[in-house]
């Protein structure tokens, strides 16, 4: 059973720039989360993913947006970025309708 | 104020200790409760899963839920220097919907 992958795992940009981040869910799992993690913060819910639509969305602006995949792989993709997007960015992968969400090793994105 | 609040700590203890982690939540519609450990640079591994409130036990870890007072725990006995990380507390509406995380709780347990 292969677990939650992440590419890349670390990336650095300026401000005003654009980044896509990559994840691929846990064989089997068909919905997909992305969660933000600031530094010394508890992760905070980006959107989650079900059959290639968003299926929830917590307080981010619209300049986050994501893609999931037939292959129930997923995107997130960050528009203007600012200082403040410097953070851990974590997907988790779960089974619809299932509690339990496993997560990535996420990617550390630096904004300068 | 945050839906789910946790001492940040950091929580220093020898090892052999009982640990005690806590949180409590303000949203009476959190169903379901979970503890997640981070160790530094990793993404959050799922340790304990509990629905509504009562106790679960696994191996050294407890988890506790009193949904009368809105408080979550976890203890664990025997802590170990490999117990060292950050441990996260999330709460969930509805089965398979968002996690709503504390701010984690940073333990190190000296050998």
């Known amino acids: 059973e292969t677990g939650v992958t992440q590419s890349p795992t670390h990336l650095i940009k300026t401000r005003g720039q654009q980044v896509t981040l990559r994840c691929s869910s846990q064989s089997g799992h068909n919905t997909v989360s992305w969660y933000q993690q600031a530094l010394g913060q508890g992760p905070q819910f980006i959107f989650q993913y079900y059959r290639e639509e968003e299926n929830g969305r917590g307080n981010f602006p619209p300049r986050f947006s994501g893609l999931q995949f037939p292959n129930y792989s997923s995107e997130l993709n960050v528009n203007a970025l600012e200082l403040d997007d410097s953070a851990l960015y974590l997907c988790?992968?779960?089974?619809?309708?299932?509690?339990?969400?496993?997560f990535g090793p996420g990617t550390r994105l630096t904004v300068l | 104020q945050k839906e789910v609040e946790q001492d940040p700590g950091p929580l220093s203890v020898p090892e052999g200790a009982i640990v005690s982690l806590n949180c409590t939540y303000s949203?009476?519609?959190?169903?379901?409760f979970m503890w997640y450990r981070q160790y530094s640079r990793k993404g959050p591994e799922l340790l304990m899963y509990t629905y509504s409130s009562g106790n679960k036990e696994d191996g050294r870890f407890t988890a506790q839920v009193d949904k009368s007072s809105k408080y979550i725990s976890l203890f664990i006995r025997d802590s170990q220097p490999s117990d060292s990380a950050t441990y996260l507390c999330?709460?969930?509406?509805?089965?398979?919907?968002?996690?709503?995380f504390g701010e984690g709780t940073q333990l190190t347990v000296n050998p």
């Open positions: 999330a709460s969930q509406e509805t089965s398979g919907s968002r996690l709503t």
């Open positions: 988790a992968s779960s089974l619809r309708g299932r509690n339990t969400q496993y």
């Open positions: 949203n009476s519609a959190f169903q379901y």
